[in-house]
């Protein structure tokens, strides 16, 4: 069974990082491009970044372009989001999921294309 285990998220202010982490059990992680998305109050669940099985490809929302990166550890299953120059927009639950698939290289963006997801991790950032 796959499970996705979120962490790192808290209450910062506005311009401060924070490091969300991600470790992925079970046997799929190789196998698997992830991705982080987050929801805010009364908003639709949407992507923030993703990156491939090899990790050579990454993708990422507009909003978050040049303050966040994503990375992956293989060796601890662990997928990362590092979000720097944090704005109250920011504010969300982040999920982070896992997509597997035979593509080395690709990069979903869809949240149907993933197949399975966390619980979520609150981040909170005031002004």
């Known amino acids: 069974q796959v499970q996705l285990v979120e962490s790192g998220g808290g209450l910062v202010q506005a311009g401060e990082s924070l490091r969300l982490s991600c470790e992925v059990s079970?046997?799929?992680?190789?196998?698997?491009?992830l991705g982080w998305f987050r929801q805010a109050p009364g908003k639709e669940r949407e992507f923030v970044a993703g990156i491939s099985r090899t990790g050579t490809s990454t993708n990422y929302a507009d909003s978050v372009k040049g303050r966040f990166t994503i990375f992956r550890d293989n060796a601890k299953n662990t997928v990362y989001l590092q979000m720097n120059s944090l704005k109250p927009e920011d504010t969300a639950v982040y999920y982070c999921a896992a997509d597997v698939r035979y593509s080395l290289h690709a990069v979903g963006t869809e949240r149907n294309e993933y197949d399975y997801w966390g619980q979520g991790t609150q981040v909170t950032v005031s002004s």
């Open positions: 079970g046997r799929t992680f190789g196998r698997s491009a």
